[in-house]
């Protein structure tokens, strides 16, 4: 009941709130959601204006960050002895207020002292110039960061003679950049969100949109008054997704709107089996595009080589489930002319999270879904700007613009900034953490990240964090990765968020 009522009323409660949160800076609040972007997800927006459909853009999400832009900083004085802070939530420590000043806290001492920007930029430049490269390494999260501050990170870690830089949204798409990369040639979704209505299938899988893209149920709202069938392929029968109140909606507010169509409960890690299995219904059925396969794709006899070799009772025993809700889900399929599949962290999060997105791909271009109207291959993201993070080549393994870091890419990119880039691949976030743990790694740069709590084994990322000469944490507000013991020093930086970055900015959203 009470899931019920947070999913119908949770919008509204949410407006309420932030009134109260930005009682004190409602001009400043309101600038912000006339002129800024959506601090929430990563679906285009203007201000209030939407990209994909008329009307006013205002997610929940995006009205419970709003506070972190407003706020006010904090009294210091309370991080000289970090004793009364140690046990306070991440909510908590947020809502403290914003960093106003460097802090840094030295071995052996309680707590962070107030320094001033240039000891603080001597201590970095200091530890730099005796640090091999190979020791230091630099991390952001993607939520708010903008492609200038994705771009300028890398290019100070590369001007510096290393390529350990990465971002936590290479961690959550990864598979999906790779996947989509050996699939159809480029790792950015086929599709936009204008496409979702009046698509005669939209096919969620692994996916939680109502939870993580909340104004996403505002456009499947749409495209179910636009006769768009929606389905679900989820070990776990998303609520959110089988019902949802639309709050921009009089019609949804009041009675609802039924999302999913039907669900099909695979069990974890039955993606492919259950993928597979389709297509090799579609396929002896005869309700393949035999046309979009020969003229538009390669490859195909792989692919149908490995649907002869499995069997359905093999794909039954993968997928969970048996080859009747394959033949359910291919008959939704072959009776569309359209299809958009949408997909996230339930696809990415596994080891074989490529081969999860390579078989959607193979699904969709299987059924010429791919490159036409009200089509296309769509991996969802969570938050706003993180695919600039990609693009502007903030990841070990890859340059600004997608070049694979090697020999002549580095000496391309050296002759156009006029320093010696590194040639060499990078450490991924995991690596630094298990480099740091043995005690090869001297240098962490932080902008805005939480590695102590989203990185699985906290006690060993704790050991690790404790393990490195100097850690810098970037960032508005505190977090307790910042609380880690120094093993010599911790440098506290405040950051500007992205409305009060001087000349404007950009940020690139899928």
């Not at 995006?62 to 900083?73: A, I």
């Amino acid at each position: 009941m009470a899931s019920i009522l947070g999913r119908r009323f949770g919008p509204y409660l949410e407006i309420f709130k932030t009134l109260w949160a930005n009682r004190r800076s409602p001009l400043y609040a309101l600038r912000i959601l006339r002129h800024g972007v959506c601090d929430g997800c990563a679906l285009g927006t203007s201000g209030l204006k939407d990209w994909t459909m008329s009307g006013v853009h205002l997610c929940w999400i995006r009205l419970n960050l709003l506070h972190l832009n407003t706020m006010k900083s904090f009294e210091p004085s309370p991080l000289s002895n970090l004793d009364s802070l140690k046990g306070k939530t991440e909510k908590e420590l947020r809502m403290l207020g914003r960093v106003q000043s460097p802090l840094v806290r030295r071995r052996g001492e309680p707590g962070f002292t107030p320094v001033s920007w240039e000891e603080a930029e001597d201590l970095i430049a200091d530890k730099i110039s005796k640090t091999e490269p190979k020791r230091s390494a630099f991390y952001l999260v993607s939520r708010g960061t903008t492609n200038e501050t994705y771009y300028a990170t890398q290019k100070v870690a590369r001007f510096l003679g290393t390529n350990h830089v990465d971002n936590s949204a290479r961690i959550c798409h990864s598979p999906s950049t790779t996947g989509l990369k050996t699939t159809i040639g480029f790792a950015a979704t086929t599709c936009s969100y204008k496409d979702l209505i009046g698509s005669d299938l939209v096919v969620f899988i692994g996916s939680d949109a109502a939870n993580n893209q909340p104004v996403l149920m505002k456009y499947m709202h749409l495209a179910k008054e636009a006769g768009t069938k929606v389905l679900s392929i989820n070990p776990y029968r998303e609520p959110g997704l089988e019902k949802y109140w639309v709050p921009s909606s009089v019609r949804s507010a009041v009675l609802g709107t039924e999302i999913v169509e039907q669900h099909f409960p695979i069990k974890v890690g039955g993606d492919i089996a259950f993928l597979n299995g389709t297509m090799k219904v579609l396929h002896e059925r005869g309700a393949l595009n035999d046309r979009f396969i020969a003229e538009r794709t390669s490859g195909w006899d792989e692919v149908q080589e490995e649907l002869k070799q499995s069997s359905f009772k093999e794909l039954e025993t993968a997928s969970g489930v048996p080859q009747a809700t394959m033949e359910s889900f291919a008959d939704y399929l072959e009776q569309a002319n359209s299809a958009v599949f949408v997909w996230s962290m339930g696809i990415t999060m596994h080891r074989h999270g490529v081969a999860n997105v390579q078989t959607i791909a193979n699904l969709a271009l299987a059924l010429g879904f791919v490159g036409k109207p009200k089509c296309g291959l769509m991996p969802i993201r969570g938050h706003s700007g993180v695919q600039g993070g990609a693009e502007m080549g903030c990841v070990p393994n890859t340059f600004p613009g997608g070049a694979a870091v090697g020999s002549e890419s580095a000496k391309n990119l050296s002759r156009h900034w006029n320093f010696e880039v590194p040639d060499w691949p990078g450490s991924y976030a995991v690596d630094m953490i298990n480099q740091a743990e043995k005690g090869d790694l001297d240098f962490l740069y932080c902008v805005g990240s939480n590695l102590l709590d989203v990185l699985p084994d906290r006690a060993f990322v704790r050991r690790a964090l404790e393990n490195i000469s100097l850690r810098v944490h970037h960032d508005i507000v505190l977090n307790r990765q910042m609380f880690v013991e120094p093993k010599d020093t911790v440098l506290i930086l405040p950051a500007t968020t992205r409305y009060e970055m001087e000349g404007g900015n950009t940020e690139t959203s899928t």
